[in-house]
């Protein structure tokens, strides 16, 4: 039975109340490394487990929280009890907008062919909000299960397969950074990196598809309207990309739930501004700050 990739706090709540759990495994995926991880072990909702995207990621690649193999990812999630049955949760705790990497992790597990993942509609910050319960004791122990991650290459996209379509024309290039990034005015988060844009690709801003009072995700039509007003075909070929893979995925997601399934350039800005065509490449203002 296929699950809804998007679901509130409501529907978590009344399954956790009714025992309806079984299959179910909460995972928090809040990015900020030690940070974040101290915050999951101080509260956490349910016998939610933690995964650090950073290091779930391939370590001997340079670029950031890179896709890990399908062993790795299969090692790591299968000891925190996740099976390839389980109805995965995801959520994450983003003050700013309320949800922020939980997309990112819930692309990882549909390139791995997991078939039941969903995002908490909100994250943490929501959860809270609704004044629903946390978790604030010991770290629950996890039951070691065995998972088989199979790697699902029509979603993933690489820098070569980027410039072919920024040279052809043919595929829309759908950049989710904020508008001062992408135009070059306003610095990368990360030391050294220049912003600016892909020559013809397009701006579409993660944050856009969100509420901004409520800082749950935006109504279909709404994400169409979104869409239309960047100038971005939804019926017509689409890659995502962004600063460093993590809220490309928000545009994938929202496709997803258009009907539509589009791949996320993993490399993103981070990799092009460094490694691609300089002729295909528009750049902006460096950045010295560290992220």
């Excluded at 009714?18 to 991880?37: C, E, H, M, Q, T």
């Excluded at 995965?88 to 907008?97: R, S």
């Excluded at 979603?155 to 759908?174: C, L, P, T």
């Excluded at 701006?203 to 994400?223: C, G």
Aim: contains cysteine; proline residues 4%.
């Amino acid at each position: 039975m296929a699950v809804s990739p998007l679901v509130s706090t409501v529907w978590l709540r009344e399954r956790l109340l009714n025992g309806i759990k079984a299959s179910l495994r909460i995972v928090d995926g809040s990015l900020g490394g030690r940070s974040a991880l101290e915050e999951y072990k101080e509260r956490r909702i349910g016998e939610a487990v933690f995964i650090d995207i950073d290091e779930l990621s391939d370590q001997n690649n340079e670029l950031p929280h890179m896709l890990p193999s399908a062993n790795q990812f299969s090692h790591h999630v299968g000891k925190l009890g996740i099976s390839n049955d389980s109805h995965v949760i995801i959520y994450d705790n983003n003050e700013t907008f309320g949800m922020f990497s939980a997309a990112r992790l819930w692309w990882m597990f549909k390139a791995f062919g997991h078939k039941n993942v969903s995002i908490l509609d909100g994250g943490l910050p929501r959860w809270l909000s609704d004044g629903l319960p946390v978790e604030e004791s010991t770290v629950p122990d996890t039951k070691k299960l065995s998972y088989h991650a199979k790697i699902q290459s029509h979603i993933i996209r690489s820098m070569k397969d980027v410039e072919k379509a920024i040279r052809d024309g043919d595929i829309q290039v759908v950049d989710a950074r904020s508008n001062e990034r992408f135009d070059g005015v306003a610095p990368e988060p990360r030391p050294g990196l220049c912003s600016g844009h892909m020559i013809g690709s397009i701006n579409l801003p993660f944050y856009n598809l969100f509420d901004k009072n409520s800082k749950t995700f935006a109504s279909k039509n709404t994400i169409e309207q979104e869409f239309l007003k960047a100038g971005v075909d939804i019926n017509k070929p689409i890659i995502a990309t962004c600063g460093s893979g993590i809220t490309a995925c928000w545009i994938a997601f929202a496709a997803y739930l258009l009907g539509k399934e589009i791949p996320v350039y993993d490399g993103s800005w981070t990799e092009y501004a460094q490694y691609g065509p300089t002729d295909t490449i528009k750049l902006g203002v460096s950045s010295n700050t560290s992220s």
